[in-house]
C-alpha cells in the first residue's frame, strides 16, 4: 500500500532537524509520500497518518493541530519521559517498516472540546491531557464555581482546578492525587489545586456531561489562566465562563502490538514497583 506521511517536528531542537531529514529520507526511499514537514500544520495535510518528532509535547500539540481530521499519530520520542510514545529513534524504523507492511495500528483516546468565553469572541481547542484554570498570580487563593449540566457542583477555592481526560490522567491530575484511568476509556476527571478545605477531592464524571466553570469573586489581580496541554494560555475574566464536553473526534495514537499501558506505568512512573 502506498502512503502519503507528514512529519512534524520542534523545530526549537536543532536535533530534531537533523532526525527529521533522517526519517523523510528513509519514507522517499520506500517511494512514500512526505507531504508535510512542520510544527505548524494549518490545513488538513491529507495524509495517511503523521510522525511526531520530539517529546510528549510534541505529541500533545500535533493531536490539537490535526484534531479535527483524526489522522493517525505515531510518536517518536527524542525528549525524556516519553510517556505517550513507545517508539524512538533506536526503533522508528522497525515501526515504519511494519506500518507500511501490515497497516496503521491505533488506539482512539478522547480529546476535550473546550470553549473560553472572552470581552469580544469565544476561543475554541481541544486538548488531549488536560484543561487547567489557576490563578495569574501563584498563591492567591481563587474562587471556580463547577457546574454540570448548567446544575451548581461546587465553589472550589484554592489554586485552581485541573479538567483530564483519561490519557492525562498520569500527568498534573496524577501529581493531585487523582486516579490512573486506562487511556483509551472516555470520562472527565475533576481535580481540585490545593483545594482550601478538607473535602474537595478529585471526581470522575461520565464523558456525556457538558462542565462548564465561571471565575467568581476574584478582582483583577486574581483573574484566572486556562492553560490547553500546558502549552496554550488565555486569561478568564471575572464573570466569564469556560465550557468544556467530549470532543466529536477521537484522537488516535499509533502503537506498537507488543505495547503494554502497564509496562509503561512500571518503566516511566515507577508504578507498582
Known amino acids: 500500500m502506498s502512503y502519503a506521511v507528514a512529519i512534524v517536528y520542534n523545530h526549537l531542537k536543532p536535533i530534531t532537524k537533523q532526525y527529521c531529514n533522517k526519517i523523510s529520507g528513509w519514507l522517499k526511499s520506500r517511494n512514500i509520500k512526505v ?3 512542520s510544527y505548524n500544520i494549518k490545513v488538513n495535510p491529507k495524509v495517511d497518518f503523521i510522525i511526531s518528532l520530539g ?20 510518536g517518536v520520542n527524542l525528549g525524556t519521559l516519553g510517556f505517550l510514545t ?8 522497525v515501526s515504519l517498516e511494519n506500518i507500511l507492511n501490515n497497516g496503521i495500528d491505533y488506539e482512539e483516546r478522547m480529546m476535550l472540546d473546550i470553549e473560553i468565553e472572552t470581552k469580544n469572541k469565544i476561543i475554541k481547542t481541544t486538548a488531549l ?6 490563578s495569574v498570580y501563584n498563591g492567591r487563593l481563587i474562587s471556580i464555581d463547577a457546574f454540570v449540566n448548567k446544575k451548581f457542583v461546587s465553589c472550589y477555592k484554592g489554586d485552581g482546578v485541573v ?11 496524577l501529581a493531585l492525587s487523582g486516579p490512573i484511568i486506562y487511556p483509551t476509556l472516555s470520562l472527565f476527571i475533576i481535580a481540585p489545586i490545593s483545594p482550601h ?12 456531561n457538558i462542565l462548564e466553570f465561571v471565575s467568581t469573586d476574584n478582582n483583577r489581580k486574581s483573574d484566572l ?4 496541554d500546558g502549552q496554550e494560555n488565555y486569561v478568564l475574566e471575572k464573570d466569564k465562563k469556560v465550557k468544556i464536553k467530549m470532543f466529536s473526534k477521537k484522537a488516535k495514537l499509533i502503537r506498537d ?11 516511566k512512573l515507577k508504578w507498582g514497583v
Open 35 to 37: 507531504k508535510n514537514i
Open 55 to 74: 517529546g510528549d509535547g510534541t505529541i500533545l500539540r500535533t493531536s490539537r493541530l490535526v484534531s479535527k481530521y483524526s489522522i493517525p499519530i505515531i
Open 86 to 93: 513507545d517508539v524512538d529513534m533506536n526503533s522508528v524504523f
Open 129 to 134: 491531557n488536560d484543561c487547567i484554570l489557576r
Open 163 to 173: 479538567i483530564a481526560t483519561p490519557t492525562g490522567s498520569t500527568a498534573y491530575s
Open 197 to 208: 478545605t478538607l473535602t474537595h477531592r478529585p471526581m470522575i464524571l461520565d464523558c456525556k
Open 225 to 228: 489562566v486556562v492553560s490547553i
Open 257 to 267: 502490538k507488543k505495547y503494554s499501558y502497564f509496562d509503561t506505568l512500571k518503566t
